[in-house]
């Protein structure tokens, strides 16, 4: 069998370097979680100097959320046009959780519900044509993949690889990106944004 040139293997493990939880790197889009902590991110209501919260850690790869409601955690960075993918999964069959598009910094609006039977629904600002979407989504303990696309007022959510709407209506034209659980635990991967301009 001929050797591969040196250059051949160097290629291959770029193109299969992996992220948080094992994930490539698809082209344009750049990791939002490195897997190791909370580096880009801030607790809703932090000041300076204050303790990480107890309730949220990040362990093997994944952003870990034992429950509670406060505080949420939100990009330092806001964002407008975008594209963001991400994995998550209840540890629980009755979760309550929450994923913030172009969101205050306390994410306080623009919520799609990570939400036992109400999967996929808009909460907490307009949005005509969001609906929730239970069936697109895996049993309790398997990872969900999400895909949300915002550009201009528009936004579409793909859950596992299937549509699950489009919508228009966003507002404000920029804003953060955040999650949630609330009381219960969950786990989130994987988080990758490509920026539209």
């Known amino acids: 069998m001929k050797n591969r040139?040196?250059?051949?293997?160097?290629?291959?493990?770029?193109?299969?370097?992996?992220?948080?939880?094992?994930?490539?790197?698809?082209?344009?889009?750049?990791?939002?979680?490195?897997?190791?902590?909370?580096?880009?991110?801030?607790?809703?209501?932090?000041?300076?100097?204050?303790?990480?919260?107890?309730?949220?850690?990040?362990?093997?790869?994944?952003i870990a959320l034992s429950g509670g409601m406060r505080p949420r955690l939100v990009t330092v960075r806001e964002f407008g046009d975008f594209e963001v993918k991400f994995e998550w999964r209840a540890l629980v069959p009755k979760f309550n959780g929450g994923f913030y598009i172009r969101c205050k910094p306390d994410a306080g609006n623009n919520q799609i519900r990570v939400d036992k039977n109400t999967e996929g629904a808009f909460l907490a600002g307009n949005l005509n044509g969001a609906k929730a979407s239970p069936a697109l989504q895996r049993a309790t303990g398997e990872w969900n993949e999400w895909r949300v696309l915002v550009k201009g007022t528009a936004v579409t959510l793909w859950c596992n690889g299937k549509l699950a709407w489009e919508a228009t209506g966003l507002a404000p034209a920029r804003g953060h990106i955040g999650l949630q659980a609330e009381g219960t635990p969950m786990e989130f991967r994987n988080l990758q944004v490509r920026e539209i301009k």
Do not use: H, I
């Not at 160097?10 to 490195?34: N, R, T």
């Open 5 to 62: 040139p040196a250059y051949a293997f160097l290629a291959a493990a770029l193109l299969f370097s992996p992220l948080s939880g094992g994930a490539a790197e698809e082209a344009g889009f750049v990791s939002l979680f490195s897997g190791n902590d909370f580096t880009g991110w801030r607790f809703s209501g932090q000041k300076q100097g204050d303790a990480w919260p107890a309730n949220w850690k990040v362990k093997d790869g994944v």
